[in-house]
């Protein structure tokens, strides 16, 4: 869950998704703003020569709402979350064992079963529609999503499989993946990253057996919705539901961070949990969010075909963990292939403490690009994609720093200051430049701005 198939019930499921076989076969002419057409520079993707993505197997024929790039295909099979010793696969892996090891079934074997290999590609209908997100909600917008075309996606994020675990007959899991999200550009932010998702559905005896005097509780009513309630809960149910939450997320922070960890809550929203919070912890001294979670909503658990269980669902990101903890200050660390990031994270188990070492701090080179704006086709995000597409991660970060409209043509003016760092080894002032002039061209051409060069 952020903003966050049949199974069989096991205690893990992990089968690892296939490797990525990707050919980009066209984009529509009229797809204006994917910024996967050729491009004048070593950096840009290939030409396209029909109108399919080629994907895990898998054909996917392009329209109108077709805006991902070759750049973001090649990450599409990566799965980090799965490379042993690699920084997320190491949080992933303290999850898991603190869910195996303290929530057991009656049996004695574990509570929550995992799933790490569901494929990233999902039908608009899961990863919105299913979730109960409203049509014309900001969360379906092209400007914010990879989309395939107008009915699959790269999902944005975890809860695109509640539904269908849930309806497989599944009441507590895990489910961990990529993610995929068009965004700004800095430290903080990459178009590719990895959640976790937990849900956990209780009946009506597994939820009061414990509460003394709880055989005349309900876990339904015919009420009104609140702040603090949907209609058909009673609210003995969600205040439980709720203390059990917060109680196994603060615990798990706990025992990733260790005692003494302060915690708070933050109410908010999500389309499909009600009431909804955020875990903020404190960390050397700053409040920072970590997850997000809440009550599920009802009518989504009742069409995946429990409707006699009420429940739960958060998700975390896992680089967002994994940089607090080991002191990693961009994320586009994680996709690295140096051994001097990787070996730092090779222990004999993965609670064993590290701290990242950084390694040579390359110096940045800074570049300005200007431009007068069209009309009304243009999005900040579209440029970020660009700009990503051709610069790749050599890219460390995009800042707005001017804003300006013109007093009689009204037209308005966007200057933005590119940031160039290697995380490797030291940009020259050739290939930089080459790169930010391909950017120029490209944005004049791909996303219709008149330049300012």
């Known amino acids: 869950m952020a903003m966050l198939w049949k199974f069989m019930r096991v205690a893990k499921y992990s089968k690892t998704a296939l490797s990525p076989k990707i050919k980009v076969r066209g984009i529509p ?90 494929s990233p590609v999902v039908t608009v209908q899961q990863n919105f529609d299913s979730l109960l997100i409203p049509q014309n909600h900001a969360s379906r917008r092209k400007e914010d999503n990879y989309y ?46 990895h959640q976790m998702e937990g849900v956990r559905l209780f009946s009506c005896h597994e939820l009061f057996s414990s509460i003394k005097d709880g055989e005349g509780l309900q876990l339904f009513e015919q009420g009104h919705r609140t702040a603090h309630k949907q209609e058909c809960h009673t609210m003995e149910a969600v205040r439980l539901v709720e203390f059990n939450l917060k109680q196994v997320l603060t615990k798990l922070m706990t025992h990733i961070f260790g005692d003494g960890l302060q915690v708070r809550w933050v109410d908010c929203y999500f389309p499909f949990t009600h009431p909804s919070f955020e875990m903020e912890i404190n960390f050397q001294g700053e409040w920072m969010e970590v997850l997000g979670c809440g009550v599920m909503e009802q009518q989504l658990v009742n069409s995946a075909g429990a409707q006699d269980k009420i429940g739960w669902a958060f998700g975390l990101g896992l680089e967002r963990l994994a940089m607090i903890l080991y002191d990693i200050p961009d ?39 200007s431009f007068w704006l069209p009309s009304e086709t243009y999005s900040q995000n579209d440029f970020y994609d ?53 950017i120029e061209e490209s944005a004049v051409r791909e996303l219709g701005v008149e330049g300012r060069f």
Not at 344 to 360: A, D, E, M, R, V
Not at 398 to 405: H, K, M, N, Q, S
Request: proline fraction near 5%.
């Open 331 to 369: 994320i586009r660390l994680f996709w690295s292939e140096d051994e001097r990031f990787l070996k730092q994270f090779i222990g004999p188990h993965i609670w064993q403490k590290i701290k990242f070492q950084p390694l040579s701090r390359y110096p940045p080179l800074i570049n300005d690009i």
């Open 148 to 193: 395939l075309n107008r009915d699959h996606m790269l999902r944005a994020h975890t809860s695109a499989h509640q539904w269908d675990l849930i309806r497989s007959g599944l009441d507590a899991f895990l489910a961990v993946g990529d993610v995929y999200r068009r965004d700004t550009i800095d430290n903080t932010h990459y178009p590719v990253f």
């Open 386 to 438: 660009l700009v990503r597409t051709i610069g790749g991660d050599l890219i460390e970060k995009v800042v707005l720093v001017d804003e300006f409209a013109h007093p009689k043509t009204k037209k308005v003016s966007h200057c933005y200051r590119i940031i160039y760092r290697h995380p490797e080894r030291t940009l020259t002032q050739d290939e930089v430049h080459r790169i930010h002039r391909a």
């Open 29 to 118: 002419a009229h797809s204006r703003h994917s910024s996967s057409k050729s491009v004048p520079s070593d950096f840009a993707a290939s030409a396209p020569c029909s109108n399919t993505v080629e994907l895990l197997g898998k054909s996917y024929p392009q329209d109108d709402y077709s805006n991902v790039t070759e750049k973001i295909l090649s990450k599409v099979g990566k799965n980090l979350h799965n490379r042993k010793h690699h920084p997320l696969w190491l949080i992933k892996e303290q999850v898991k064992e603190h869910f195996y090891k303290h929530y057991l079934g009656r049996r004695g074997t574990p509570l929550f079963s995992v799933y790490d290999g569901l």
